[in-house]
């Protein structure tokens, strides 16, 4: 009976750790491909942000965001990332001119976007 208990108890001890472990499993596998972003990021994104994400590219003026500080990069999610990429600058109060990729870009697409970009204020 007391080996019982015990299970018991081990067992609710280790049912919280398992579900937070399963959770960020979860969170993880929604995250993006930094290198298949990179090469999508090049393809849709570079004319006017530039390669770097700097914001200077020739193709747009003025210049848009630049995506390369760290400071204004940390103070955003990755939701809002996914949502200005998928939905366009006005869908969340931003400049018009930034459109919607939802139409060219799959939601795993748009994922691996954002995690390149995140990486553009690591360098």
């Given amino acids: 009976m007391v080996w019982r ?4 108890v081990g067992l609710a001890l280790l049912a919280p750790t398992l579900l937070v472990a399963h959770a960020v499993t979860a969170q993880n596998s929604s995250a993006g491909n930094a290198s298949k972003g990179r090469e999508v990021f090049l393809r849709y ?13 020739k193709t747009f003026r003025p210049n848009v965001g630049n995506l390369a500080v760290k400071q204004l990069m940390d103070e955003l999610s990755d939701e809002y990332l996914f949502t200005v990429i998928q939905k366009g600058g006005a869908a969340v109060g931003k400049n018009a001119a930034m459109p919607a990729w939802s139409a060219q870009l799959r ?3 748009i994922r691996d976007v954002v995690a390149f970009v995140r990486t553009l204020s690591r360098r």
């Fill in 5 to 8: 208990y015990a299970a018991l």
């Fill in 107 to 109: 939601d795993d697409e």
């Fill in 45 to 57: 994104c570079s004319g006017c942000h530039g390669d770097d994400g700097r914001g200077e590219a």
